[in-house]
Each structure stands twice: as C-alpha cells, then as structure tokens.
C-alpha cells in the first residue's frame, strides 16, 4: 500500500454536487491499493499515520501525533499512485489492484484507523471527485507498506 499524506488545516470531498466527507484539523490521506497488498500492510500504515509526530508542539517542535491534537482524517482512495510513467507518455496503472481487492483493502485499512481512536471520513470509492483542502506547512509524506 501507499500513502501520500498531507497535513492539512480543513478538508472536503465532493461527489456529484454533495459533500460526502468533511474534516477540520487533521490529515488528508490518498491511499493506494497493489495486488499484494495485505491486512498487515494496512495494519502497518495505520499504526504508523496515527503515531506520526508531524504536528507542532508548544515549541513548535513536530512533536505531537494526530492522536495527540484530537485530529481526524479525510481518506481517498486513489490508485492512481500505482501509476507507472516509465515508459511512453501514458501512465500505465497495471500495478493498482483490481477494484474488488482495492475496496476491500481500502475499507479495512479506514476501519482500522478508526479502531485506533481517529474519526475518519472518506469519498466514494472508484467515483470521480473533487478534493479541496488547506495544506498546513505544507506537510506531505509519501509512506510505503513495502519499503
């Protein structure tokens, strides 16, 4: 699994004209699905994202986990982070996981954050939508369930 993550001051997502997930404080998650993908690769990203001491302290140090500021997460699925442009001028997205495993991956890794103490709101997914946030910083981390 990937993530790319991004710090962010609010966010929404929107599908057809409704907002379908909306967030104050907290972080913006674009989360891609391979074929290999596991329950420990998703057990593994939501232990991580949620212990991450990305968030400034008193100091302004990065001291403090979302946890720590009571901050929540906007989950999208995007396989589009499996996208290969090694060749040609096309993407090439033949790295992304076949929809029914994606989902499947994608509802239990946002059912785990959720199990861990974060509010979590999502998008719809496979639909087209429209991301809008604030990114704080900005911060944005690529993590990696395979590295």
């Not at 302004?60 to 901050?71: F, R, T």
């Amino acid at each position: 699994m990937k993530v790319v993550l991004q710090r962010a001051k609010n966010a929404e997502v929107i599908v057809d004209s409704e907002v379908k997930g909306k967030i104050d404080s907290g972080l913006v998650l674009l989360v891609g699905v391979t074929h290999d993908d596991t329950e420990k690769d998703a057990d593994y990203l939501a232990e991580k994202i949620v212990n991450l001491r990305i968030f400034e302290d008193e100091n302004e140090k990065m001291n403090l986990s979302l946890k720590d500021i009571a901050g929540s997460i906007l989950s999208i699925s995007q396989f589009t982070l499996y996208g290969d442009t090694k060749k040609g001028r096309r993407p090439n997205f033949m790295e992304a996981a076949k929809p029914d495993h994606a989902i499947n991956m994608y509802e239990y890794f946002n059912n785990k954050l959720s199990h861990l103490g974060v509010h979590v709101e999502t998008g719809v997914f496979g639909a087209m939508m429209d991301v809008t946030f604030t990114n704080d910083g900005p911060v944005t981390l690529i993590l990696d369930s395979k590295m």
